[in-house]
Every structure is written in structure tokens, then in C-alpha cells.
């Protein structure tokens, strides 16, 4: 069973991850577990309360096939976790890493995004990490990219950034088309 974790931290964005943990966890029997930086409940943007699996200490690289960070406005008052070690451990393991919104910046400062094809929210907001040198590999388009198992994607975009990630996991089965391709049907 597929193991996906998902990092959140207070004010983290509540949509960016729902359908890809809902869609995971009852349509692909994929253990699905959340942590915070202290292993102590955590509360999204939209007042949504989580107490978490674990700490960010205890997740393994080695022992869980995904590392899923959602964006939130932890950034913005300057109070975001440093998701660097994490970020590189997961990609160093041959792991998924999925960043969207201002996770996908976070993880232009933590040099995954260098040799990859990515997005986000904007180059811009990638460009403020002084350690960003990925600029000449940025897409700018609204749905989310995914190369060598790092998938990145606008806060706009947990459609396409769940079926991205689905699909880095080898996921992408009729049935996740399907159901995912259902959440998008208002777009087209």
C-alpha cells in the first residue's frame, strides 16, 4: 500500500491537499498520513482543526513513497516551516515531492526544482529565494507539472496537482481518471 504524507503546518491551504488525500485514501487504499513540525494539532487557513500522525522528525524518506506539501499563508507572515531537509531527503530516495502554491516556492529554496521542469505561483515568487536556480526551467501555465518526481503547481490547481501526483505515483489507474476526471468536468 502506497504510503503518501502530507506536511502541514499552521495556515496551511485546506483545498490544495483534499482531493488528493480523499482520492488516495478511499479510492486507492493508499495510507495517507499528515505531520506537523511538532507532531501537535495544527489549523488550516479555513479554521479546518488536524491532529496529526506524526511529527515532521518521524517521517521516514525510506519508508513512505510521497511527500505532499501544500501551500498556505504560513509564508506570508514569515512563519513557514524550513522544508529543505525533508525535500531533499524524499528526492534523494527516488520519492515523490509535490509542492503547490507557495510550497512550490518553498521548494524552489531548497534546490529540487533546478533540474526539473516546475511551476507555481509565479516565477517571481520563486525568484526571492536567493538559492533558486531553477528559473530557465519554470513553465508559467495554470495546471500543474510533474518531472522526475517532483510536481509543483499553482494554489489554483489541486485538480491537476492531485492527478499529477497520482500519476508520479503510478497511480494513474482508470479508476483515479475517472474520479479525478469528474472534479475537473466544471472546467472544461
Not at 525510506?62 to 513557514?80: F, M, R, T, V
Not at 528559473?135 to 492527478?163: K, L
Request: charged share 20%; hydrophobic share 45%; aromatic share 8%.
Amino acid at each position: 500500500m502506497p504510503r503518501i504524507i502530507v506536511a502541514l503546518q499552521n495556515d496551511f491551504a485546506d483545498w490544495e491537499p483534499a482531493l488528493l488525500m480523499a482520492a488516495a485514501r478511499y479510492y486507492l487504499d493508499c495510507e495517507v498520513l499528515t505531520a506537523s513540525p511538532d507532531g501537535r494539532p495544527v489549523t488550516s487557513m479555513g479554521g479546518l482543526k488536524v491532529t496529526p500522525d506524526m511529527s515532521f522528525a518521524e517521517i521516514d524518506p525510506a519508508g513512505s513513497d510521497a511527500l505532499i506539501i501544500p501551500g498556505g499563508y504560513a509564508w506570508e507572515k514569515g512563519k513557514a516551516f524550513d522544508f529543505s531537509e525533508l525535500a531533499k531527503g524524499f528526492h534523494a530516495k527516488g520519492r515523490v515531492v509535490g509542492g503547490i502554491c507557495a510550497a512550490a516556492s518553498a521548494l524552489a529554496a531548497t534546490g529540487v526544482l533546478d533540474e526539473v521542469a516546475h511551476t507555481g505561483n509565479s516565477l517571481a515568487s520563486h525568484s526571492r529565494y536567493p538559492g533558486y536556480r531553477g528559473a530557465g526551467r519554470y513553465i508559467d501555465r495554470p495546471q500543474a507539472v510533474s518531472d522526475g518526481g517532483i510536481v509543483t503547481a499553482p494554489g489554483n490547481s489541486p485538480v491537476t496537482f492531485t492527478a499529477e501526483v497520482l500519476k508520479a505515483l503510478g497511480l494513474w489507474v482508470p479508476e483515479a481518471e475517472s474520479e479525478i476526471t469528474a472534479f475537473s468536468a466544471e472546467h472544461r
